[in-house]
């Protein structure tokens, strides 16, 4: 089994910041795949399912931000499952606007729930990093990062989100760089 973690704030005002970007990839996801009914569990919302031949728990902490790593604690804890079977997605200001990387481990950069979830878990879990760009001035990454996208973004939204749910069988597997490649694919069409 595998864990997937998107990262967001719960409630109707954060729906469509860039910091949720996580959550909706969680979302687009389970549609595509058909997953189970969300439930309440590990301080969070969950859904079951099944991309290929891998069973994977989607997981959207219930809690805020900067408390994420409670919810996935309590989710490996529950599996006995270690940070090999976690994959956390979330927004990442260092990358361009809709680009797409998977990276091993590594550092929190400021992100508050890249920092609770290795507080709680240890920084040995694989990061789906999904650029929302920097808005050019330490300032003004609060404001970015907690805005809504704009309208003009939409198509550009929904065109990565559909290609995440599309090629997710390839980070089921465990090919991050084909997973990657059919995405940036997608995105050129």
């Excluded at 003004?140 to 989100?161: F, P, S, T, W």
């Excluded at 995440?164 to 090919?175: H, N, Q, T």
Aim: with cysteine; aromatic share 8%; glycine share 14%.
């Amino acid at each position: 089994m595998q864990i997937w973690t998107g990262l967001g704030n719960p409630g109707p005002k954060y729906t469509m910041q860039r910091h949720n970007v996580g959550f909706m990839a969680c979302d687009v996801i389970a549609d595509m795949h058909d997953f189970g009914p969300v439930q309440k569990k590990f301080s969070g919302w969950v859904q079951e399912g099944r991309i290929g031949t891998e069973k994977v728990l989607l997981l959207k902490p219930a809690t805020f931000m900067n408390e994420s790593g409670r919810a996935v604690g309590e989710a490996l804890r529950f599996y006995k499952l270690g940070t090999d079977a976690l994959t956390v997605f979330h927004d990442e200001l260092d990358l361009a606007p809709f680009k797409i990387k998977v990276k091993q481990g590594g550092g929190h950069a400021g992100h508050n729930g890249l920092r609770s979830i290795d507080q709680h878990c240890g920084p040995e879990f694989r990061r789906v990093r999904i650029g929302i760009g920097h808005p050019g001035h330490k300032d003004r990454v609060h404001g970015h990062v907690l805005g809504d996208y704009a309208k003009a973004e939409r198509d550009d939204l929904i065109a990565m989100l559909g290609a995440i749910g599309a090629e997710a069988e390839w980070l089921a597997k465990g090919d991050d760089v084909r997973f990657m490649n059919d995405v940036a694919l997608r995105m050129q069409e």
